[in-house]
């Protein structure tokens, strides 16, 4: 759902009930407010009319081995690994507005990715032997990880038209980026 400013069911809770969601000629009306109430965008139409596109693609993996290659020697090794790649697209028209911002307002899109790979390896090695009334048992461990995540965001606002929606259509076009590692 996200933050108020740009949550549609949290903008819905805020707005007026009374408002009609559309008008009598079936537009929607642009603004749901009341006395001592926010002035909001029409939740209805910022639903209908706005461009929210996601797409996750995830992939999670293990193995494992697990062998005594002589007696009394036990050795176990594993490896995991998740890898996501996330891609999405936003637009809204000048004519959906937002929270505390009934339209018109100009047309903002974005669109960001992100691709993460964490993997993990654990290994131990396990020795036990009696010696008579006498136990011993040795453990030797050692484990690897890493994280790596790559995320690009690109917005756009001021577009020439509600028909443009790329954000290289928009005459305002911002970008950041991060790459986190550990």
Do not use: C
Not at 43 to 65: C, F, G, K, W
Not at 144 to 150: A, L, R
Not at 163 to 168: A, F, K, T
């Amino acid at each position: 759902e996200g933050h108020f400013n740009n949550g549609i069911l949290t903008m819905a809770y805020l707005s007026s009930p009374l408002t009609p969601v559309k008008q009598p000629d079936g537009s929607y009306t642009p603004d749901v407010t009341s006395t001592d109430l926010f002035d909001n965008a029409n939740p209805v139409n910022m639903i209908v009319n706005s461009d929210r596109t996601s797409h996750v693609t995830q992939l999670l993996s293990n193995a494992d081995v697990d062998v005594s290659p002589i007696s009394n020697l036990h050795l176990k090794s594993t490896f995991n690994a998740e890898i996501q790649n996330t891609a999405s697209y936003n637009y809204v028209p000048s004519y959906v507005g937002g929270f505390r911002a009934p339209p018109p307002q100009p047309a903002s899109g974005n669109f960001g990715s992100a691709y993460e790979i964490n993997w993990l390896n654990e290994n131990t090695l396990n020795y036990s032997r009696s010696f008579g009334p006498h136990d011993l048992s040795l453990l030797l461990g050692y484990t690897v990880q890493k994280d790596h995540y790559d995320y690009n965001q690109t917005n756009g606002s001021n577009y020439p038209n509600d028909d443009l929606h790329d954000v290289g259509a928009a005459t305002v076009v911002t970008a950041s980026s991060d790459i986190e590692e550990w």
